[in-house]
Structures are given as C-alpha cells and as structure tokens.
Antibody, heavy 121, light 111 residues
Framework: QVQLVQSGSELKKPGASVKVSCKAS????????MNWVRQAPGQGLEWMGW????????TYAQGFTGRFVFSLDTSVSTAYLQISSLKAEDTAVYYC??????????????WGQGTMVTVSS | QSVLTQPPSASGTPGQRVTISCSGS????????VNWYQQLPGTAPKLLIY???QRPSGVPDRFSGSKSGTSASLAISGLQSEDEADYYC????????????FGTGTKVTVL
C-alpha cells in the first residue's frame, strides 16, 4: 500500500546535526512532491517547505532557511531532512507528507508516522 | 505564525453536530482551496477534507467542509467518541512566493 515510513527517534546535543529519512513505497516517488511539517511539543502544525522530487529543487518556508536542508535519493525513493547546529527549540516531531497528485492536487494526502527529534544536553 | 484562525476548542455529546470555523485572508482561503486534517492523539495528521468539500476515500460522510469568501468551516454530524481529536484547516497562500499555512488547530472533545 501507499506509505511513507520515517526513521526513528533521535536524541541529540545542542550544536549537533540530525538527518531524518522518509522512505516512500506503493507509488512512483517522482510523481509527487514531498513536504516537511514540524510540530513542537503541545503545539500546532508548521509547514517547513517542500522539495520537487523530479528536479530536487527545494523551497523553504520563512524560518527554515540556513540550518535546514531537504534532499533526495530517488534510487531508493527516499527524502531527507537535515538540521544542523541543533538548538533546544528544534525539539519537535517532524513529518514528511506527499502532495501534488492528480486528484488530490493541493493537499497532503499521505503522511509519514513522524520522527521525534529531541535536543538536550 | 499561523495565519488561519480557528477556535481552540469545541465540544459536543455523541450524536450532536459540531462546527469548526477557519478564518483567513484574500491571499490564502480567498484565493485557494481549503483542506482539513484530523490528528488523533499521538498519531500523524490525516487528510479529512480537500478542495473545500471533498472527502478522500474512507472518510465517513459525517464530515463535511464548506468555504465562503475568506472563511471555511468543518462540520461533524452524528459526533462519535472516536472523533475526539485535533482538527486543522490549511491552504496555500499566494504571498511570499507561495507557502502552505495551517490553522491554529481546534481540539474537539466528545462529552
């Protein structure tokens, strides 16, 4: 079935880096865009941006430039989110979500299960 | 930094109808379609309504969406205990080179 499976929880120290993976299956990876969404503890959803899975071109939302990098490995149908120079305020659950289908064009119709990233000394 | 405003909470007894509002602006709801997501406790969000009023396969017809001008609403009729969750509206925004904005979220409690 169509699904996005993310990597497991991470515990990192401030200043370190983390790379979260999102593996797609059950559909043609390059036929849909991939988005990233952050949810801080007890807070709402925040769109971080998206990556064009055909060209690899990323678009970052305000507040997610500089330390945040979206990348792809299309050979294994996987998208990545890398965060560098981690801060305590980066502690959150990070979700990948696909968009850009033929029928559901503008919504995120499939979501990964989420990856908890905890930044603590 | 949510630009779509929702009431923080809503509640109802089983079988009742609950409505959640979502207020935006001309650059988001006024120009683009609205989507709604349901997030059950401890789980990932799930698409509930897309293109203002369309339900993905598998979503019960108890859930319905509508849009008028720069506002939208989600209605849950025949409220059930399993509907207790957080609900978010969302839309693309034409300002700032295009971005996707979520609502502030509404916690629905089944009394």
């Amino acid at each position: 079935q169509v699904q996005l499976v993310q990597s497991g929880s991470e515990l990192k120290k401030p200043g370190a880096s983390v790379k979260v993976s999102c593996k797609a299956s059950g559909y043609t990876f390059t036929s849909y865009a991939m988005n990233w969404v952050r949810q801080a503890p007890g807070q709402g959803l925040e769109w971080m941006g998206w990556i064009n899975t055909n060209t690899g071109n990323p678009t970052y939302a305000q507040g997610f430039t500089g330390r945040f990098v979206f990348s792809l490995d299309t050979s294994v149908s996987t998208a990545y989110l890398q965060i560098s120079s981690l801060k305590a305020e980066d502690t959150a659950v990070y979700y990948c979500a696909r968009s850009g289908g033929v029928i559901v064009t503008d919504a995120f119709d499939i979501w990964g299960q989420g990856t908890m990233v905890t930044v603590s000394s | 930094q949510s630009v779509l405003t929702q009431p923080p909470s809503a509640s109802g007894t089983p079988g009742q109808r609950v409505t959640i509002s979502c207020s935006g602006s001309s650059s988001n709801i006024g120009s683009n379609t609205v989507n709604w997501y349901q997030q059950l406790p401890g789980t990932a969000p799930k698409l509930l309504i897309y293109s203002n009023n369309q339900r993905p396969s598998g979503v019960p017809d108890r859930f319905s969406g509508s849009k008028s001008g720069t506002s939208a609403s989600l209605a849950i009729s025949g409220l059930q205990s399993e509907d207790e969750a957080d609900y978010y509206c969302a839309a693309w925004d034409d300002s700032l080179n295009g971005l996707y904005v979520f609502g502030t979220g509404t916690k629905v409690t089944v009394l």
